[in-house]
């Protein structure tokens, strides 16, 4: 009767989830490169010009990606969070510091890239429409995670204090979503609908959907390449930590 709750929460051990991590991230990477490259290819050189926009539309390739992952990205660092404030489990917290950085740096390529397509198809880089302030709001809030946590020395203090700002933030989330719906803004309505489906042409939609893999699998890549150097940082005056670094040592 034992054994099956050891198996469910095995990987909530930082020693376990470091040996996973350390053979998922590297396939998770060519992954990400090869779909993005794929994506790329199809979006920029492939795909129709649209009789509206122009050749301008192609920054979409990028911009509805990063947007979508600015989002899927907090959720999880909120997901992390909760189970660290409910179980009090190492890594949760870990995994939420994991995260933050690639969804800053999504949420810093969504705001880029809008501005970027907003200039010729709006007059201006930035307006102040519902979708791009909750977008930029979103933004402040990752800096703010970071920041946060990294100013808290104690790792248990600065998991807990992250925890509750991520899981406050989450709710920012269904508004930048729900926006083009809720107010009457100058950004344009989703192209892609799971319940509509989608009003872009195959190969747009192709394009779009394996540019999205692309980011999600690289996230998932750097986030996990990231937890490990955490985990040997929060875990360094472990047995299993010392033993790992003499190994490395003796073998160069």
């Known amino acids: 009767m034992t054994s099956q709750p050891n198996f469910w929460f095995r990987y909530a051990s930082p020693q376990a989830f470091y040996g996973l991590a350390g ?3 590297p396939v998770l990477a060519v ?5 993005g490259a794929w994506g790329l290819w199809l979006g920029l050189f492939v795909a129709p010009v649209d009789f509206q926009q122009g050749q301008a539309y192609r920054i979409i390739f990028v911009h509805v990606p990063a947007s979508w992952m600015s989002m899927v990205i907090y959720l999880a660092m909120a997901f992390w969070a909760l189970l660290g404030l ?3 489990t190492r890594l949760s917290g870990m995994m939420s510091r994991a995260l933050a950085p690639t969804g800053a740096l999504f949420a810093f390529l969504s705001l880029w890239t809008g501005a970027l397509w907003g200039k010729p198809m709006w007059g201006a880089w930035w307006v102040w429409d519902a979708r791009l302030t909750s ?3 979103l933004f402040f809030l990752y800096l703010g995670f970071m920041g946060l946590t990294s100013a808290i020395e ?9 925890g509750l700002l991520a ?6 989330v269904p508004i930048i ?4 719906r809720w107010w009457n803004t100058l950004h344009q309505g989703a192209s892609v609908s799971v319940t509509q489906g989608s009003s872009m042409a195959q190969t747009m939609l192709s394009a779009m959907l394996l540019m999205a893999l692309s980011f999600w ?5 750097v986030a996990l390449y990231r937890v490990r150097t955490l985990i040997l940082e929060r875990e360094r005056h472990t047995h299993w930590v010392t033993e790992l670094l003499s190994a490395k040592e003796t073998a160069a």
């Open 177 to 180: 979503y729900f926006s083009v």
């Open 217 to 221: 699998m690289y996230a998932i890549a």
């Open 135 to 137: 977008e930029l709001i």
């Open 86 to 88: 409910t179980f009090n």
């Open 154 to 162: 104690d790792p248990r203090r600065s998991d807990k204090a992250g």
């Open 167 to 172: 899981l406050v933030g989450a709710i920012n």
């Open 31 to 35: 992954f990400a490169t090869l779909l």
């Open 23 to 25: 053979r998922l991230w």
